[in-house]
């Protein structure tokens, strides 16, 4: 590792540097030319997002192209023949089609039932190319594992994407921390640091135009990308970067990691699906009760919303190493850390949940009727006119 940082770490940090510098400037330009694209916010994506104001959903194609220019870098730099490798051309297949399909979705609003499809032929194409979550001896259920991985994680990405810079911040966090523990573990392959220092980069420099109050969106374009590339990694990194577990039906402290990682998308999805579906509602149609809506209806202004999720990825990024250096000596104790920490943050967030409840509940006007026999008592017990009963507060 020491020979890593003297003589790649210049190297690396050069490209995550020109790769920030690359996509302020080319979402600027697109937000230049943003009128003549046509990839506006739709009016079903105002009722998504916290704010009403319509902005460019260019974002997500900076993404792509920075990422190809660096999939191009990372085969140069590495000298690593891609052909050989099958696990790099899925992950470029498998990215490109998550791209192109948030982009029709963005252009065309995709049909659900299309969408969902294409991201399991996502998930597929990753599976077969090598790129898999080995966390059982049993092929089968590392099978359906790593496509509900791949899929929630695609749609998570997205449903997080509803206030200025979240999703940013939330993906810039996940990547730092798989390539942080990429290069501890010592398992550093060149040509998927570049590629993360690539997407690192491309990710700050969005960003600087994304945060609040935020000038262009990524779309669904960016979000389905970052959700097959951010599935993919941890799929190698995070995952299995203990080494595929061929002696037990299913190693549950493989867990650990991504739940760490990926705290934030996984706990905004799981309460959002359960409080629509409690509801009645189906859990993929947006709506303002989001972990961020909430934080704001709790009392937070938006950039104070960013700097919460800030602060909670870099909390979670020093736990997932702490875990990470010290799972085989402890995985017991490693995993039942994982899941407390979990279960606290999730727990602290229900309870905002519920104080906004109590906040619209008492805020809510009074629609009960007062009955003629409540009338009479009132004078009765009021001594006083009709006007007091107009005056008085009922309770209910």
């Known amino acids: 590792?020491?020979?890593?940082?003297?003589?790649?770490?210049?190297?690396?940090?050069?490209?995550?540097?020109?790769?920030?510098?690359?996509?302020?400037?080319?979402?600027?330009?697109?937000?230049?030319?943003?009128?003549?694209?046509?990839?506006?916010?739709?009016?079903?994506?105002?009722?998504?997002?916290?704010?009403?104001?319509?902005?460019?959903?260019?974002?997500?194609?900076?993404?792509?192209?920075?990422?190809?220019?660096?999939?191009?870098?990372?085969?140069?730099?590495?000298?690593?023949?891609?052909?050989?490798?099958?696990?790099?051309?899925?992950?470029?297949?498998?990215?490109?089609?998550?791209?192109?399909?948030?982009?029709?979705?963005?252009?065309?609003?995709?049909?659900?039932?299309?969408?969902?499809?294409?991201?399991?032929?996502?998930?597929?194409?990753?599976?077969?190319?090598?790129?898999?979550?080995?966390?059982?001896?049993?092929?089968?259920?590392?099978?359906?594992?790593?496509?509900?991985?791949?899929?929630?994680?695609?749609?998570?990405?997205?449903?997080?994407?509803?206030?200025?810079?979240?999703?940013?911040?939330?993906?810039?966090?996940?990547?730092?921390?798989?390539?942080?523990?990429?290069?501890?573990?010592?398992?550093?392959?060149?040509?998927?640091?570049?590629?993360?220092?690539?997407?690192?980069?491309?990710?700050?420099?969005?960003?600087?135009?994304?945060?609040?109050?935020?000038?262009?969106?990524?779309?669904?374009?960016?979000?389905?990308?970052l959700g097959a590339f951010l599935s993919a990694v941890s799929m190698l990194y995070l995952w299995n970067i203990y080494g595929a577990a061929n002696d037990q039906i299913i190693r549950w402290s493989q867990f650990a990691l991504p739940l760490i990682v990926f705290i934030l998308p996984i706990i905004d999805t799981i309460t959002v699906s359960i409080r629509r579906i409690a509801r009645g509602q189906s859990p993929f149609v947006g709506g303002r009760d989001h972990t961020t809506h909430n934080l704001a209806i709790w009392g937070l202004k938006d950039y104070q919303v960013g700097l919460t999720f800030v602060a909670i990825s870099v909390v979670s990024s020093f736990l997932a190493i702490w875990i990470y250096n010290n799972m085989m000596l402890q995985p017991i104790s490693c995993t039942l850390l994982a899941l407390t920490y979990f279960l606290l943050l999730f727990g602290g967030i229900q309870m905002i949940y519920q104080l906004n409840q109590k906040k619209a509940e008492v805020a809510k006007p009074s629609t009960t009727k007062i009955k003629p026999i409540q009338v009479a008592l009132q004078r009765i017990e009021g001594g006083v006119g009709s006007r007091s009963v107009s005056n008085s507060k009922v309770k209910v």
């Open 1 to 225: 590792m020491t020979e890593f940082f003297t003589n790649q770490l210049f190297v690396y940090g050069s490209i995550l540097t020109l790769a920030a510098i690359l996509s302020f400037v080319f979402n600027k330009w697109l937000l230049t030319r943003s009128a003549n694209l046509g990839f506006k916010d739709s009016n079903e994506n105002r009722l998504i997002r916290w704010t009403s104001e319509t902005k460019p959903l260019v974002g997500g194609i900076s993404f792509f192209l920075l990422f190809t220019i660096g999939f191009i870098a990372a085969t140069v730099i590495s000298g690593e023949d891609i052909l050989a490798n099958p696990s790099y051309i899925g992950l470029y297949v498998s990215t490109a089609l998550a791209f192109l399909i948030g982009l029709t979705d963005d252009v065309y609003e995709l049909n659900p039932f299309l969408k969902f499809m294409g991201q399991l032929v996502c998930a597929n194409i990753l599976y077969f190319s090598g790129i898999f979550i080995e966390i059982s001896s049993l092929t089968e259920i590392n099978y359906v594992i790593s496509l509900l991985w791949v899929v929630g994680m695609m749609n998570s990405i997205n449903m997080l994407d509803n206030m200025d810079g979240i999703t940013g911040i939330t993906s810039t966090g996940v990547v730092i921390t798989t390539l942080i523990i990429m290069v501890i573990s010592g398992v550093i392959s060149p040509f998927y640091f570049i590629l993360m220092a690539g997407v690192i980069g491309s990710l700050i420099g969005f960003l600087k135009l994304n945060w609040n109050p935020a000038k262009v969106y990524m779309g669904d374009a960016g979000s389905q990308f």
